[in-house]
């Protein structure tokens, strides 16, 4: 299981959290990864950047996350993890 805790912190919100809440959303549900992907709110880390939300994936903490860059993000990171955890 992949546990990823997307920034709901002011300076998170102003950068897109909620719409980077929703591809999250997206993505799992259009993957069937309800089961594997654990979506949830965190408050502020400290690590508020210039740009984009900052995103935790099973405690490793990743800032600068858009839309822009989400696909990208996705695949690296999250489908990265879940083969991780499969021991692809
Ligand atoms: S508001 Fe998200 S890390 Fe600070």
Same mark, same amino acid.
């Given at each position: 299981? =992949?546990? =990823?805790?997307? $920034? !709901?912190?002011?300076? $998170?919100?102003?950068?897109?959290?909620?719409? =980077? @809440?929703?591809?999250? /959303?997206?993505? @799992?549900? /259009?993957?069937?990864?309800?089961?594997?992907?654990?979506?949830?709110? %965190?408050? $502020? %880390?400290? +690590? $508020? #950047?210039?740009?984009? !939300? &900052? =995103?935790? !994936? #099973?405690? +490793? @903490?990743? &800032?600068? !996350? &858009?839309? *822009?860059?989400?696909?990208?993000?996705? #695949? &690296?990171?999250?489908? *990265? *993890?879940?083969? *991780?955890?499969?021991?692809?």
């Amino acid at each position: 299981m =992949v546990m =990823v805790q997307i $920034c !709901v912190g002011s300076s $998170c919100h102003l950068k897109g959290s909620p719409e =980077v @809440v929703r591809l999250f /959303e997206r993505y @799992v549900s /259009e993957n069937g990864l309800d089961d594997e992907v654990i979506l949830s709110g %965190s408050f $502020c %880390s400290g +690590k $508020c #950047n210039r740009s984009g !939300v &900052t =995103v935790t !994936v #099973n405690d +490793k @903490v990743h &800032t600068g !996350v &858009t839309p *822009a860059n989400f696909k990208d993000f996705w #695949n &690296t990171e999250i489908i *990265a *993890a879940l083969r *991780a955890e499969k021991g692809d």
